[in-house]
């Protein structure tokens, strides 16, 4: 016996390749037994630990069977009618825990068992559902020809300890009178795999992009535990993920132009499919990407709208973006360049023209113009004009502020807070498109009236929230 735990102890210690696993129960292998005429200890579960004392057990080779056709192993010719358990033990020792991986318990059981590796139950079949005893049976019988049972062992190497183990077998007939009864056992468990995944490519490859909505990470090996939110795209995490083998593609949001950092999640749970799992450590994070603005700038609104004014000195403009390089010279009415312009960023930029007292007005950009956005790239302004009608005559409607609250309390009362009355005085319904209300002198256009018409005599009531909201 010790000479044959001996060379077990060597096995352990050196595999032989990567890959590779080891027998721990072996065909035939010695057990320590006990025939369940009574409780093999007390208490009940003592008998699976690995100090309990087997001295007085019986010793017998796997298979134990009883009236099988069966050519060695231990026979337990008095099993029908004596007893409907018997409980079977044996140490093996553990060099070093650390180089198992997953493992396998394997048992050909009629009629069925409960198996224990140190004291802690790892598999079963037709387990009873009362408390186990020696006069317990099992829950029902097994079909023949009787099949190995197989239980996979996540991490052995966490199971076991290094040195003395114990793995404890209780089988179980379905009745004392059954006419025949089998136990066979393996144990046995693959190398630990101890090299780590690795990120073989990413597509696309950092850089400048013209498009970026997805990135495709693929692996060096099978992976576990990737999730959306283990990509971080400029602080947030990736909206989805789709798996195709060892290639994960994480769906992104919507990106702004500029540099896009890409990093792992400094919580991330990724690993192979080792057992244990190996972690993933990044190596070349964060990963960075350009992303390109081709895009050029154009007007977002502009003051006075097409149509016909009474008078014509200003003109005033807003980009869908920030802008640089906006000159007074850029923007000319009927072909003279504005005297004077303001604003900053996106606008609104204000443009001072001689006054024109009548007459159409064509508002167009100069050829050599070069407002353009501020992307590594600038992207160019390329105008856009328009045309006004000055009638000192015309009128635009009749439409005054006839009231207005700072201090709502009743009848218009909302959360929202202040709020404006118009009031079309005139005979003829009004377009309020182009029109505005502005508590600001330097911002005349800062509230701008999307398309709405009022009849005549109508009101319509603003709540003056100061916010963008469509329902206001």
Known sequence: MTNRLFTLALALAAFAAPGRGVDLIKEGAVFKYHKGTKDASSPRSAWTGIDFDDASWSRGKLPFYNNEDVEGGTELSDMKNGYSTVYIRRKFRVADPSLFGAGTLQ???????VAWLNGVEIASLHKPSSTLRYSSRSAK????????????????????EKGWNVLC???????????????????SSKEREFVPPEVISVSPEPGELEKLDSITVKFSEPMSGIDAG????????????????????????????????????????IG????????????????????????????????????????????????????????????????????????????????????????????????????????????RFDGQAWTVQVDAEHTSGDVVISELSAASVKDYKRVDGDWIELH???????NLEGWSLTDDRGDLAKWLFPKVTLDPDERLVVFATGEDDASN
């Not at 048992?107 to 068992?113: E, I, S, T």
């Not at 077998?169 to 393996?186: H, I, P, T």
């Not at 990736?238 to 999640?265: C, Q």
């Not at 079309?424 to 009004?430: A, L, T």
């Open 107 to 113: 048992v050909k059981a009629d009629d069925g068992y």
């Open 169 to 187: 077998v209780m089988m179980l007939n379905f009745s004392k009178g059954n006419n025949d009864a089998y136990l066979d056992v393996r144990l």
């Open 230 to 269: 283990d990509l971080m795209v400029n602080d947030y995490p990736s909206l989805s993920l789709s798996e195709k083998g060892n290639a994960f593609t994480f769906k992104l949001d919507d990106l702004p132009p500029g540099k896009i950092d890409v990093w792992w999640s400094p919580t991330h749970g």
């Open 141 to 160: 019988t097994n079909r023949e020809p009787i099949k190995w049972h197989e239980t996979k062992i996540h991490n052995l190497g966490g199971t076991t």
């Open 272 to 379: 192979d499919q080792a057992s244990p799992p190996n972690a993933f450590a990044p190596k070349n994070d964060p990963w960075t990407y350009e992303l390109l603005d081709l895009v050029p700038p154009r007007l977002a609104s502009h003051l006075p709208l097409e149509g016909t004014v009474r008078q014509f000195s200003q003109a005033e403009v807003w980009f869908d973006e920030p802008v640089q390089g906006v000159d007074a010279r850029d923007l000319m009415a009927n072909g003279v360049t504005a005297v004077s312009v303001t604003g900053i960023g996106a606008g609104p930029y204000l443009f001072n023209f001689k006054p024109i007292l009548i007459g159409q007005v064509e508002l167009t950009w100069a050829d050599d113009a070069d407002i353009t956005d501020f992307n590594r790239t600038p992207n």
């Open 424 to 430: 079309n005085r005139g005979e003829k319904e009004v």
